[in-house]
């Protein structure tokens, strides 16, 4: 575990499982659809039950497929989590076509609805790195100074915790928040 201070808030970086955070909310990283699928959605399902996909499918039923870089909350079902937020991070393909913009506004996009929902802690994952394919090197400098600027300009969120799920992800995420370190 890696902790900063960003004004009054607590950023961490733990290596475990998100579904086991008992945060106020967790965020998952959704395909457009919000019907479920592998890696960390599949994981949040599973362990959080048909609660939430019920509350996915309302949201569908209303707004349609969720655009990439957006996010939308519900129930946390039965996770230790109260609600899940879903956001929709960005398939790489190469770079040039806009994902450090799209995975930038993954995170402050959570971090708004949180605020809105008056959430005080919070836990991520690193959206886009699995099988969206966004290289962790490159996705973990943006996430980290995604979530700093948040916290520089709003009070309200307490604590966030970057959640990895592998050594060489919280590496990753460790060596992004060194660099961003300098920059507090
Ligand atoms: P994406 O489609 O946005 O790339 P993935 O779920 O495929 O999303 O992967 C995102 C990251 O989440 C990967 O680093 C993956 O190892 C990680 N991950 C998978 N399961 C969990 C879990 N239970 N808790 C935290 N992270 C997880």
Known sequence: ??????????????QG???KQATDAIVNAANSSLMG??????????????AILEECKKIVAQ??????????????????AKYVIHTVGPIWRGGESKEPELL?????NSLKLAKEKGIKTISFPSIS??????PVEKASQVAVKAVIDFLKENQEIKEVTFVLFDSFSFNAYSNALRKAKKNL
Do not use: F, W
């Open 37 to 50: 699928g592998g890696g960390v959605d599949g994981a949040i399902h599973r362990v959080g039950g048909p």
């Open 129 to 134: 790195t699995g099988a969206y394919g966004y």
């Open 104 to 108: 930038r506004n993954c995170y402050l």
């Open 17 to 19: 499982d998100i579904t």
């Open 63 to 80: 707004i349609g497929r969720l655009p990439t870089g957006q996010a939308v909350i519900t129930t946390g079902g039965n996770l230790p």
């Open 1 to 14: 575990m890696e902790s900063v201070k960003v004004g009054k808030a607590t950023l961490s970086l733990i």
